[in-house]
Every structure is written in C-alpha cells, then in structure tokens.
C-alpha cells in the first residue's frame, strides 16, 4: 500500500525522488529484506556491525517490525513499538524472528517478536497497528529552528575537519578515526556541531539531520517505519554522555529498551531533523528521548530509550 503524500513529498528533486532504482537503498535491499522461513518465522542478514562487536539495535527494531509488519493487512500502519533488549546480538550468526499474532481486532492490532539466536531470545518487542482513524482533535509541539542540511557540512568532511586540528586530543583522535572506517547506511549531519575547544561543555543534547543511503520511494508507508526504526538508535544513546566524555571514557554502553511512537507519513530516504536530549542519567543507566521531525515542520515519530552505561575515568586530557 502507497504511503499518503504529503507537502515534503513534493521537495522529491533535492530529496532524491529523481533518483532510479540502481541506487535502491541497501536498508531495503539487504538489511530489511528479511528470508520467509515459515509461516510468521523469519531469519534476517546483518550489514554493518558496530566496533563493539555486536549487533546494532537499530537493525534488530527495524528487521523485528518488518516481520510483524508482515502479519497485518494493508490497510493497518504501526503506530506504536516497545521492546527489550535482552541478550547481546552475535554477528556471526543470523537471527530468527518468530511472530507471534497476538489479538487482531476492528481498529487495532498487536503483535509479538521475539528475536532469536543460538537457542535463546536476545529480544523482545510487540508493536501496534491502527486502521487511518482521522480526527478534528489535533496538536503537536513546534519543530525546532535548524539550518537545512544543505547548509551543513556532512559526517565524513566534519570528522576530517576535527581530525586536521591540531589541538584535538588522542582520546577524541581514536574515536573519531573508528567513527570514520564504519560503512553506516544512513546519512548524518550534525546541527551545530561543537569545536574542538567546546567538547568539555556540553549539554546532553544535539540535533542532526538523517535519512537513509540510497533510494526507497514512495512505497509502502510501512517500509518507511521500518527504515526509521534502524536509524533511530544511531547516536540515540551517546546523547546522555555528552556532558561526561571530558572525564569518563565508556567501557560499556548498550540499549536496554526501545519505544517509538508514529505520527505522520514520511519518507526516510528524505533528510529528517532527529532532534536528541537526555532529561537524566545515573545508577549506570542513561535516558533518552527524541523527535523526527519532517523538513515541513511535522512531527512524524517520537523516540524513547535507556540505556545500561559503564564508564572509567579517562587517564589523561593530556595531548599524546
């Protein structure tokens, strides 16, 4: 079923609706394109695995709600997903996904996954689908002021430009060299990004532009979930260390559990403003909270998690 089109669908020529189907996003293609074992049983590939040597949570959200998704009739759309992490991913091994259809009802229904590997869950998640129920009873927050990505520098030239400066620390230096070897399928540009000078000052918050490598289209609105689940848990967590990473380095970060709300059709290969802050941290969890807003100022999801972190304090801030 085609996505309902709205005002940002029509910024298609910056936003690469000319672009053909070579170019086919490799979220679709690969990551989110799961192997029908069975009835409700799926096994899903892996494409880019963190340095931490297990599986991105992203990829485990976004291939969990491709396979509900798969369950449901056309005419229903996610509106809401919750889920635990439970087990570290093995990337040496492929997951199962077995859907379990939990109640299928007029307006709503719900769905169970649960995400399988070497025997044992490391993930558990249910989502909820709506029938389009339109109402006259409507609001949401304003969309933060940003400069459009067009103005901002991109993720690669960013991490260049910090890694030229002479005064950038070693600890930062490995970081950010690791940071740039990764083959990551979204696009990302940081909205103020900090100078070398302020990464001892800052608030847990950030906003950046995202959207996925490639081309999706149109397509089913569902996909489009699917992608914005994968990219939503890139940088979600770290957000919650920003004030600290001056005098702690992360032995340990790691998400707990995942909710997203879904408000409006949007496109995820179109640059969306992923807006990031951390009302809290403490006991060895942190928690975090974001907003993907379209480029017309619509609020399209809203995010939630926490996160187990273990930190050291850093040995030196001394230049190597």
């Known amino acids: 079923m085609s996505s309902p089109k709205s005002p940002e669908d029509q910024q298609s020529g910056e936003d690469r609706g000319d672009l053909s189907g070579d170019l086919r996003s490799v979220l679709v293609t690969s990551v989110l394109n799961l192997e029908l074992l069975d009835q409700d049983l799926f096994r899903g590939r892996h494409y880019w695995v963190p340095t931490t040597q297990r599986l991105f949570g992203g990829q485990i959200v976004g291939q969990a709600l491709v396979a509900a998704a798969k369950s449901v009739s056309e005419d229903v759309h996610v ?90 620390k070693e600890k930062y230096r490995v970081g950010l060299n690791r940071i740039a070897a990764q083959d990551v399928p979204i696009e990302v540009k940081l909205v103020n990004p900090p100078t070398v000078g302020q990464l001892q000052r800052m608030e847990p918050k950030q906003m950046f532009w995202v959207r996925a490598r490639g081309y999706i289209g149109e397509g089913d609105i569902k996909m489009h979930c699917c992608v914005a689940a994968y990219i939503s848990d890139y940088a979600f967590l770290g957000t919650a260390m920003l004030p600290h990473h001056w005098k702690y380095e992360v032995k340990f970060m790691a998400s707990l559990d995942h909710s997203m709300w879904f408000h409006a059709p949007f496109r995820a290969d179109h640059w969306m403003l992923y807006e990031c802050d951390s009302p809290w941290t403490g006991g060895s969890r942190g928690m975090v909270q974001g907003r993907l807003w379209r480029r017309d100022g619509v609020l399209a999801v809203s995010c939630a998690q926490e996160g187990v972190i273990r930190v050291k304090p850093c040995i030196s801030d001394s230049k190597l």
């Open 79 to 168: 509106h809401s997903l919750h889920c635990y992490f439970v087990r570290a991913g093995d990337p040496k091994v492929p997951v199962l996904y077995q859907v379990e259809r939990t109640r299928t009802g007029a307006s709503f229904s719900v769905r169970s996954v649960k995400a399988i590997q070497h025997g044992q869950p490391i993930f558990i998640f249910q989502a909820s689908f709506q029938q389009t129920q339109p109402s006259p009873v409507m609001h949401q927050f304003s969309m933060p002021a940003a400069p459009p990505p067009e103005e901002l520098l991109d993720h690669d030239t960013l991490i260049d430009k910090y890694l030229s400066d002479p005064d950038l």
